[in-house]
């Protein structure tokens, strides 16, 4: 079966993996040979890669080649042994006739002429952006899996990025690097984050790092005490920053004007982190350049570590992040939500903190570091070991399927409010400052949180969907048939957690899928039962204590009435007695008015 082949294959590359166990500067060191050793083709023709094949195996021998479809048409990667090649295969190409002087000879050419061959291509093609049919084929593939941990393997192999894109991303870097070698001598361009940390995916724009040294571009102004040196005489900057800026800038300008496919370049330069932005067409690639960004580069090391040091370890991550892009938990654009890197972090902290941890916590890893490891950047400790086979082998035996459940068990329970997580220490600390709802800490500059942008309502939505998560898991979470019978393949599993199913109240179903209809919804509204039945029991428990609250009431109503009547009583006699008194004491002030009257009436007569 197609699935099995699939799950083996995948199965396999891990395997290797976790055997090889290739150090993070080998695998940069090796990528970027392959790139500088490679060339990128525009060819016209249909038919004529066998042609382009042939003409470049005059000046060297290919090691590899494959084509893609750019916008401009159809294009060929052609690898040669070594770099010598290529300097005699560009020693043969003319510039263009409208062209006769260019600043520098780039690697990226175009072929045409010569006979149109329709034989077998020694190509590979660049793999499309999977559409309706692929989903619903890769989720059939899912649902013919024998456990969840084969379906996540099956996931990563078709999530990853393929060994073609990492090329093409290298090879920019190298076009990059090689154009503006002119301006800048001995600078390096290389590519980090998702392009080189194992975690990437198709269709992910490509961060490039410019490392320039001092004597060759713009330099930030320092002075110390006692400190006497020749320097060369170049153009300075007010700080550091500043001097980045400056870099950029110029750097921008020289790849829209000198280099050939870069467009849509903008200078994004008073951002936190300055960077220039690019659109490679050549390619079809998003480029991101920045400079004075040590730090970011070993925070790619340090996951390329975490992803190679236990095969478990990719498989979560993808399947986590691909779950959350169906839930609506990430976005490709920015805003108060979790980001691919904050997840990636959540799930390896997870697996840090497992009774027997998957992975260990970076101050473990920088105990292991010997003296090549020890950096600082800016005074910011990034030293952890490089080297993979001295980390000690996890004995942690839970299988992938057991930790994608205690993973959302997990976070469904934590305690955000009150705690921080720290993977440098491999656990939670009280929060400094509350105002922030998910605070995850940087690995290496401590004092920043990683995901201060995440909002209360968008942290909520997190929780809940792993609420429900544990839900389909706990109800859907295995086969409920045999795949060897003829009867439909009915989601289960990852299958049915990767679904979006939930309803809303602008589309209706999120998900138009046959499968889903047609298998999912039965389960859907038994929850809907089971959430009316929960609610009918909380209602009618609620009429129970509002009755014995009414009967309470009525008590207490009662006594204070007896207690309301017996007070107007009292009150009754005691204000009939004020009653008396007072007439009394009326009558007698009468009779001694009257008898003063009667007094002053004889005076008078008597007088």
């Not at 960004?293 to 996951?303: C, F, G, M, Q, V």
């Not at 656990?427 to 401590?446: A, D, M, R, Y």
Request: charged share 25%; net charge positive; proline share 4%.
């Amino acid at each position: 079966m197609c699935s099995s082949k699939a799950r083996k294959a995948a199965k396999n590359n891990a395997e290797e993996t976790q055997k090889v166990k290739k150090p993070f500067s080998d695998m940069m060191r090796q990528r970027r040979q392959e790139a500088f050793n490679s060339i990128l083709v525009r060819v016209g023709d249909h038919g004529i890669e066998k042609t382009l094949l042939d003409y470049c195996s005059q000046h060297g021998r290919v090691k590899n080649s494959f084509t893609y479809n750019g916008e401009q048409g159809k294009y060929a990667v052609v690898q040669y042994e070594d770099s010598s090649s290529v300097q005699e295969l560009l020693k043969k190409a003319k510039p263009p006739k409208s062209q006769t002087k260019m600043p520098f000879r780039s690697r990226l050419l175009n072929f045409s002429g010569g006979n149109a061959s329709n034989g077998k291509k020694n190509s590979v093609k660049k793999p499309t952006n999977t559409g309706r049919e692929l989903q619903s084929t890769f989720i059939k593939k899912l649902c013919a899996s024998q456990s969840i941990g084969d379906q996540m393997m099956v996931l990563l192999e078709e999530q990853e990025m393929p060994s073609e894109d990492i090329h093409l991303r290298f090879l920019v870097c190298s076009l990059v690097e090689e154009a503006v070698d002119k301006i800048a001598p001995d600078c390096i361009v290389y590519p980090f984050g998702s392009s080189a940390n194992s975690f990437g995916k198709v269709g992910t724009d490509v961060d490039m790092y410019l490392e320039i040294s001092a004597e060759n571009g713009v330099i930030p102004r320092k002075t110390g005490k006692n400190k006497f040196q020749m320097v060369f005489d170049t153009k300075s900057a007010s700080s550091e920053r500043a001097a980045t800026q400056q870099t950029l800038a110029t750097m921008a300008t020289y790849l829209r004007d000198f280099v050939p496919h870069c467009v849509n370049v903008y200078k994004i330069l008073e951002a936190r982190c300055p960077i220039v932005k690019f659109y490679h067409q050549a390619t079809g690639l998003q480029c991101d350049l920045s400079s004075n960004n040590r730090i970011a580069t070993k925070s790619t090391e340090l996951l390329y570590l975490y992803g190679n040091h236990d095969l478990r370890v990719r498989p979560l991550v993808y399947t986590v992040r691909h779950w959350a892009r169906i839930n609506g938990i990430t976005s490709s654009s920015p805003g108060p939500w979790i980001t691919n890197f904050g997840l990636t972090l959540l799930v390896i902290y997870f697996l840090q903190t497992r009774n027997n941890p998957v992975v260990p916590s970076v101050n473990f890893l920088r105990d292991l570091a010997d003296k090549n490891d020890k950096l600082k950047v800016d005074d910011v400790d990034c030293t952890f070991v490089s080297d993979l086979n001295k980390i000690p082998s996890s004995k942690n035996k839970e299988s992938l399927g057991d930790l994608l459940y205690e993973f959302f068990v997990f976070y469904s329970k934590f305690d955000f409010q009150r705690y921080a997580m720290s993977l440098r220490r491999g656990h939670q600390f009280n929060k400094l400052e509350l105002g922030h709802p998910l605070h995850i800490e940087n690995p290496f500059e401590t004092e920043l949180n990683v995901t201060r942008n995440v909002s209360h309502d968008h942290l909520s939505r997190l929780v809940t969907r792993m609420q429900e998560a544990l839900w389909v898991l706990d109800h859907n979470g295995s086969q409920s048939h045999s795949v060897e019978n003829n009867d439909a393949l009915q989601p289960w599993g990852l299958a049915s957690l990767l679904m979006d199913i939930r309803p809303t109240k602008k589309k209706g179903w999120r998900s138009s899928s046959v499968l889903l209809n047609e298998y999912l919804s039965p389960i859907f509204q038994s929850l809907e039962v089971s959430k009316t039945k929960s609610k009918a029991a909380d209602v009618k428990s609620r009429t129970t204590t509002n009755s014995e609250v009414k009967d309470h009431r009525s008590e207490v109503k009662d006594q204070r009435s007896g207690v309301s009547e017996r007070s107007i009583t009292n009150n009754n006699s005691k204000t009939q007695t004020d009653h008396s008194a007072t007439q009394d004491n009326t009558g007698q002030m009468k009779l001694i008015s009257k008898k003063k009257k009667l007094n002053i009436a004889r005076d008078e007569r008597s007088g």
